[in-house]
């Protein structure tokens, strides 16, 4: 047009679609009420069984790690452990699933930013696992004394923890594009690296060579920390858990930006 | 096009390039005015739908401008995209979902306020009012075509896109859907569909652009693209076959063809010839006619020799 509109300009008057962040939410949540057995059940039931195995069976014949009983040791490791394959699963799913189907074509086309997308998808990501985490925590005090030294740490770590690893499970949804692909990151680098970062032990049980080795699995930092919040006790001081969790949020962070100012895999 | 109001859409030196280097749009220039039905013409793989989705922020153009509603596509994305609804050409839905969420979810992500009397008319003009607690994944092709109809209407876009809104639909579907068009017109809503259904252009469409590897190579009123490119032609079957035009007929500029058999008048814009005078004339020369037939070209005869024309 060679005159100006009257109109023009009124895109930045609608700063923020908060409408469009909580349609996107809700309908991420709904998608795990209408499977609230898997989500939240079968996670409950599978803890009690780490509970009769590692805690009663095994744990039993365990010494307390720095003045903690084996079964309530295990607990911060075993939320964790959750947090991080549900937030990723939820995150990654959540987008490429969209991708996947097709219908990715009406978010792409409403007036909503990247940074309201990434709000939307990983906070409900990170809602459904902190959910998971709490439901979790809550099982496991039926069968062991579990107390919670600091408070204000334990939600800190678990909040910085289930946004990460959602915005991680972002990033991997974007990058799929096969069902493969999807399950390809979790299965063989988080989880391995989880079971061997402390999640069942603390690492000054290893032989020297092994925790030294440790001390490269990032993921150590991160279990080690929110263990801390639980007991006082850590593997590695918490001045640097705190750092790597943070250091890994913002590297997520940084990832995601890239990914949307490049468009990267969304559109071409 | 009224050249004195403003263009709902404007497209200047819209390109785009894929990363393969395959170019689907070469400099595209278009104007679409507020209120118009707009069919886009083409065969496949002519760049239909990379035009649709780079204005609906799909697809993102490699060089050119685009406004809907004044604003810019890109700049002013959220004003743009608001004011656009777009059906696209694969039936892409979720499948738990019910109708009644689906569209309403597409109504908050389009930025707008739950209005559930608003969603709910809609569903009673598309034909979904009983199954708007139905999973949409329980529903038949033609009934998932309206839901994606009500998801693009869900935040009352002043701009339609309809992509090939009528491929494999039944005709039932065909006919609300053409209903629907004119309706939304009455409202003031602008629309733009492609199809490769010619029928459905002539039908509905004030005016057709036709599209052809990637390039525009006509926008034209509909009314006016019917009268100069059709041709009507005056088909005079003959009794006995004759071996030449007799020249007493060659005022009348008539060619001979099908063995002789018949004698074809093309008429020439909108001059006509006194047809009376030529039956006469060949009567007094004993030319016998066994039947006489006119033939007007359709918008799809226009079509396939314009695709034609520049292969």
Known sequence: MSFPSPRAGSGKRLDFNHHGVWAIYRFEIARALRTLVQTLVTPAITTSLYFVVFGAAIGSRLDSLGGVGYGAFIVPGLMMLAIFSESMSNASFGIFFPKFTGTIYEVLSAPISYVEIVIAYVGAAATKSIVLGLTILATASLFVPVHILHPGWMIAFLLVNAVTFSLFGFILGLWAT??????????????????????????????????????????????????????????????????FTLGFFAACLGVVALIFKTGYRLKN | ??????????????????????????????????????????????????????????????????????????????????????????????????????????????????????????????????????????????????????????????????????????????????????????????????THYIEEAEEMADRVGVINKGELILVEEKRTLMKTLGKRQLVLHLASPLSAVPPELGPWRLELSAGGHELVHTVDGDRSIDVAALLERMSSLSIGIRDLQTHQSSLEEIFVSLVSRHA
């Open chain 1, 178 to 243: 096969g069902w493969e692909q999807l399950q390809l990151i979790p299965m063989l680098v988080v989880t391995p690296l989880t079971f061997l970062g402390g999640a069942f032990y603390s690492i000054s049980m290893l032989p020297p060579a092994w925790q030294t080795v440790s001390l490269f699995n990032p993921i150590v930092y991160l279990i080690s920390g929110f263990r801390w919040s639980f007991y006082g006790t850590a593997d590695v001081r918490v001045g640097l858990s705190l750092a």
């Open chain 2, 1 to 194: 096009m009224n050249p004195d109001i403003a263009p709902v859409i404007r497209i200047r030196g819209l390109t785009k390039r894929y990363a393969s280097g395959a170019v689907a749009l070469k400099p595209v220039d278009l104007d679409i005015a507020k209120g118009e039905i707009f069919a886009l013409l083409g065969p496949n793989g002519a760049g239909k739908s990379t035009l649709i989705n780079i204005i609906c922020g799909i697809v993102t153009p490699s060089s050119g401008s685009v406004t809907a509603d004044g604003h810019d596509i890109q700049r002013e994305y959220r004003a743009a995209r608001a004011k656009i609804g777009l059906v696209p050409q694969e039936l892409t839905t979720d499948s738990f979902e019910t109708v009644w969420a689906t569209v309403n979810f597409s109504r908050g992500l389009f930025g707008k306020p739950a209005n559930p009397d608003y969603v709910a008319r809609l569903l009673r003009d598309l034909s979904l009012s009983d199954k708007r607690n139905a999973r949409i994944m329980s529903l038949s092709g033609g009934m998932k075509r309206r839901v994606m109809i009500a998801k693009a209407l869900s935040h009352e876009p002043e701009i339609l896109f309809l992509d090939e809104p009528t491929a494999g639909v039944d005709v039932e579907l065909r006919r609300d859907m053409w209903n629907l068009v004119r309706s939304l017109r009455e409202r003031g809503v602008t629309v733009i569909l492609t």
